[in-house]
């Protein structure tokens, strides 16, 4: 299904237990990963999707500042060894990617590839894929109908000041 971009909006998919926020990337930029090897970089265009997953669920704040992080200040993503003891304690995870695929099979906070995110087994499996147009979704479970979270302006401004 396709949900049109609607400026200032994010959609959110709100499951029983857990989460996952979507917002569009406006402009381009490079983004920088950090792994325990070294940095790699990756390009980022307008219309490629920026989606946090919150697979216990929780505030939807935190994911929102979490989302801008990267979407509007470019924040690097710092990625985990396996054995890392901190993959426990993640309570949410970001990719970003033109198209990005959920899995409830990975562990949190370990992929640099920005097209896999670690969701909950009721988000497992689905397909995101954005353009400048909007944001194409495929498998969301049933009953689970995305909505637009409206951001307020200036928001971020706002708990960032």
């Not at 801008?68 to 970001?94: A, I, S």
């Not at 590839?113 to 995101?128: A, M, T, Y």
Request: net charge negative; charged share 20%.
């Amino acid at each position: 299904m396709k949900w049109p971009h609607c400026s200032g909006n994010l959609l959110l998919m709100e499951g029983r237990n857990s989460y996952l926020l979507i917002g569009k990337i406006e402009r381009p930029f490079s983004l920088f990963i950090e792994t325990s090897d070294g940095e790699l970089i990756q390009s980022v265009t307008a219309g490629d999707l920026v989606v946090v997953s919150s697979p216990e669920g929780g505030p939807l704040i935190p994911a929102i500042m979490l989302l801008e992080l990267v979407r509007t200040y470019h924040t690097p993503l710092v990625v985990l060894p396996r054995d890392h003891p901190g993959t426990k304690r993640l309570k949410m995870v970001v990719a970003v990617a033109p198209s990005i695929l959920t899995s409830c099979e990975i562990i949190r906070g370990t992929h640099p590839e920005q097209h896999l995110l670690c969701s909950s087994e009721e988000f497992n499996g689905i397909s995101l894929r954005g353009d400048e147009d909007g944001v194409f979704i495929d498998g969301e479970p049933p009953g689970c109908v995305p909505r637009y979270f409206p951001l307020p302006s200036g928001a971020c401004e706002q708990h960032f000041s």
